[in-house]
């Protein structure tokens, strides 16, 4: 099921990107932050990309999974919060160092994620319920400047091929 779920989420990722927002229906909720360690590559890779996929989809706009902000007129699917950044965020840092060597692109596409989003407005202030050690430990173990290569992700092309996942504009090589 969970494979059917990332497939549905990941169809047209190639042309799209984190540009258009992901099918976050009923159809492929799930709570992907509990397969980061999963011992399937694929939907290890998957459920992560989800976590990259939101956050990219929040970045960019069209979507909103983890509810930052309080918008009028906007019709949430699903109806209640299904996702939360807190477990998405807590998992990830657990898993960082295996993500990172397992799936270096994707994981700098993730890394690159939180870093803007902090940086565009801290996350103490877009999730003031959640405890700011959480935030204080995201900036020490993922931004430290030894790490700074890691907040310019590759080529999109890059990270597709690494999930196992086609490809589809040669300039996003």
């Not at 405890?131 to 992700?153: C, D, G, V, W, Y």
């Amino acid at each position: 099921m969970i494979k059917y779920k990332l497939a549905k989420l990941f169809q047209g990722i190639e042309i799209g990107a984190f540009n258009t927002a992901k099918d976050w229906g009923d159809d492929t909720e799930d709570y992907y932050y509990k397969y980061f360690n999963d011992k399937d590559n694929e939907i290890r890779a998957g459920s992560i990309l989800a976590f990259t996929a939101m956050l990219g989809n929040w970045y960019n706009g069209p979507a909103d999974v983890f509810r930052t902000q309080a918008k009028i007129g906007v019709t949430y699917l699903p109806k209640e919060q299904f996702y939360f950044f807190e477990d998405y965020l807590t998992v990830f840092l657990v898993n960082a160092p295996s993500i990172k060597r397992d799936f270096p692109n994707l994981y700098s596409y993730t890394v690159y994620y939180l870093y803007i989003l902090d940086k565009q407005e801290e996350f103490e202030l877009v999730f003031p319920e959640i405890e700011h050690e959480l935030f204080r430990k995201m900036r020490a173990q993922l931004f430290l400047i030894e790490n700074s290569t890691q907040i310019n992700p590759p080529a999109f092309n890059k990270m597709l091929r690494e999930v196992g996942l086609p490809t589809f504009f040669p300039s996003w090589d």
